[in-house]
């Protein structure tokens, strides 16, 4: 059983920097990948970033490309997504989430664990 915090979301003005943290307790953190989603108000959650579990490699959706960055802290059972550059469209909650297997997966429906969302809002 995995848990999962989330935090570092805030107000920011476009073209702005947040860092967001997913905090996971549990075992065997390193065996998980961990994605990003969000979900703005009135859309579907989407699929933000996430990082493989055995060799690191990452994945990032077409509009967060170039701007967004995740990675793994695995001493620390902590993900982070530092976000440039960001965009009123950037708004949404920000939930971090994990699965058991070794490889990414855009698909919200396979992973197991969730956290409680983190709200990140776009406003000059």
């Known amino acids: 059983q995995l848990q999962l915090v989330e935090s570092g979301g805030g107000l920011v003005q476009p073209g702005g920097s947040l860092r967001l943290s997913c905090a996971v307790s549990?075992?065997?953190?390193?065996?998980?990948?961990i994605g990003w989603f969000r979900q703005a108000p009135g859309k579907e959650r989407e699929v933000v970033s996430c990082?493989?579990?055995?060799?690191?490699?990452?994945y990032h959706a077409d509009s967060v490309k170039g701007r967004f960055t995740i990675a793994r802290d695995n001493a620390n059972n902590t993900v982070y997504l530092q976000m440039n550059s960001l965009k009123p469209a950037d708004t949404a909650v920000y939930y971090c989430?994990?699965?058991?297997?070794?490889?990414?997966?855009?698909?919200?429906?396979?992973?197991?664990?969730w956290g409680q969302g983190t709200q990140v809002t776009l406003s000059s």
């Open positions: 990082i493989s579990s055995n060799d690191g490699s990452t």
């Open positions: 549990g075992y065997t953190f390193d065996a998980y990948v």
């Open positions: 989430a994990a699965t058991h297997r070794d490889y990414c997966s855009g698909y919200s429906m396979i992973y197991d664990y």
